[in-house]
């Protein structure tokens, strides 16, 4: 297995523009998380899906954030419009429970 | 929801000296505790992980402890090299739900 697949690598986009991060989990992997990355705040847990479904989206920031799940293969996580606090690393990892989470290589994003 | 405290925030060390990390968590009902290895610029990764039916396990020069009682966890790190130079990450699961991280600590092994 590939491991957990995010794109893009690296986004620059100017402030109001719509970002959409993509992410592919681990085949079998019934758990997905994006978090968020900053020097400030360590790790953030935006939103968990279990079996697709969101289970805890309290993370979110604002209604700027969405997210989605339509399959078990492919999660979106977007940003509508961007603005330049957003500019962070943003993980997508996947669990089969209780062992962990694996991560994927992150999309760096950059609101200018 | 469940809570996660982790010291110290960065940590310096020689090298071929031992580096210990302590976490505590708040949710006594927590029952996995993995331990990520961030290096610049990179994902986090897994190096080790205990369940709350045990008290401790090494693997290699890494060794991580866990008190119930007290609801804290250790990494310990013998005989460091420059390679362990890194941000730790604790993280403490309830069931098979979310991971809830520590703030991180970043480990610097001089030579």
């Known amino acids: 297995d590939a491991g957990v697949i995010q794109s893009p690598r690296h986004e620059v986009t100017e402030m109001g523009q719509e970002v959409t991060l993509r992410c592919k989990p681990i085949s079998g992997h019934n758990s997905l998380f994006w978090y968020r990355q900053t020097m400030m705040r360590g790790l953030e847990l935006l939103i968990y899906f279990n079996n697709n479904v969101p289970i805890d989206d309290s993370g979110m920031p604002e209604d700027r954030f969405s997210a989605k799940m339509p399959n078990a293969s492919f999660s979106t996580l977007k940003i509508q419009p961007s603005e330049p606090r957003d500019s962070a690393v943003y993980f997508c990892a996947t669990s089969a429970g209780g062992f962990g989470a694996f991560f994927g290589q992150g999309t760096r994003l950059t609101v200018v | 929801g469940e809570n996660v405290e982790q010291h110290p925030s960065t940590l310096s060390v020689q090298e071929g000296d031992s580096a210990v990390i302590k976490c505590t968590y708040s949710?006594?009902?927590?029952?996995?505790f993995p331990w990520y290895k961030q290096e610049l610029g990179k994902r986090p990764q897994l190096i080790i992980d205990?369940?709350?039916?045990?008290g401790e396990k090494k693997d290699q020069r890494i060794a991580v402890t866990l008190n119930k009682t007290a609801k804290h966890f250790s990494l310990h790190i013998t005989e460091t090299q420059p390679e362990d130079s890194a941000v730790y990450f604790c993280?403490?699961?309830?069931?098979?739900?979310?991971?809830?991280f520590g703030k991180g600590t970043m480990l610097l092994v001089s030579p």
């Open positions: 205990i369940r709350s039916n045990v």
């Open positions: 993280a403490a699961e309830r069931g098979y739900s979310t991971l809830t």
């Open positions: 949710d006594s009902a927590s029952n996995y």
